[in-house]
């Protein structure tokens, strides 16, 4: 049977942090993530295959280091996906207390992408746009750069979720702009809120970002990560962010299972 995720690029990943203790944060909204995908695009699913491969993959992993680890849904078979199977790969995370401390760099995207593919609404193997942009942002000195849609709007990074602080409120680009719902992303509103804040889903563009007192940038693996400047517009680092990534730790302590 035919690599359909090699040849086509027919296949889903999650990526996980691993934190001390063998620690995941999530699984379960992660695999459901999986498990939409796999109905969307109609792959096979077993949540339980994904879960032996996950902890076996931790078994491979010392105690005492925090790594990213990636899950990944390969599927076989020649006139469609008659199997699937899983595969990991992991490695040890990065020093990012400068970055936090500092906040990143990010730019915007070379080119716009369409809000309706179905291709940002999932953790698919077909990353090549994605790969394509974050090859770029590194280039030009950017921690990520933010895509815009075909009506001009901020969606997200090629590796993140973004989010907008005005007047003590959050915002964040609509799903319905075209990205990726990220686990991070749904904590960090539910974070937020808990802690009292208001946080909307609202259309940006880059015209409208000098208006912001400061921006951030989410995945599973950075976490709550301070932006300093998009494109030729500064930002402080303004101390709701701190309060945001305390809040989404306790989120995360709480997950661990």
């Known amino acids: 049977m035919k690599n359909r995720t090699l040849f086509f690029g027919e296949g889903l990943f ?4 691993i934190y001390p203790g063998k620690n995941l944060a999530f699984v379960e909204d ?34 005492d280091v925090e790594a990213r680890l990636r899950l990944t849904l390969i599927s076989h078979g020649d006139q469609g996906a008659a199997k699937v199977t899983f595969e990991t790969t992991w490695e040890p995370l990065k020093e990012m207390r400068a970055q936090q401390d500092r906040g990143v ?62 007047k003590g409120r959050i915002l964040t680009p609509p799903a319905e702009a075209g990205l990726l719902p990220g686990i991070t992303r749904k904590q960090i509103i539910k974070a937020s809120r808990e802690q009292g804040f ?26 709550v990560l301070p932006v300093c400047v998009v494109g030729d517009t500064h930002f402080a680092i303004p101390h709701m962010i701190r309060s945001i990534q305390a809040g989404y730790q306790e989120r995360l302590k709480a997950s661990f299972g």
């Open 105 to 166: 760099k990010l730019g915007l995207a070379p080119f716009q992408r369409f809000s309706k593919s179905p291709l940002v609404r999932f953790k698919t193997t077909s990353y090549l746009e994605n790969i394509f942009v974050f090859t770029w942002a590194r280039g030009e000195g950017f921690f990520d750069a933010l895509f815009t849609n075909e009506r001009g709007e901020i969606t997200e990074g090629s590796i993140t979720n973004v989010f907008f602080l005005r």
């Open 198 to 223: 208001s946080v909307m889903e609202s259309t940006v563009r880059p015209r409208d970002l000098r208006a912001f007192d400061g921006v951030f940038v989410t995945n599973s693996v950075i976490e």
């Open 14 to 17: 999650e990526t996980f942090r």
């Open 30 to 63: 992660h695999l459901h993530r999986m498990a939409e995908g796999c109905r969307f695009f109609a792959l096979p699913f077993s949540k339980n295959q994904a879960l032996d491969t996950l902890k076996s993959a931790l078994d491979e992993v010392p105690a």
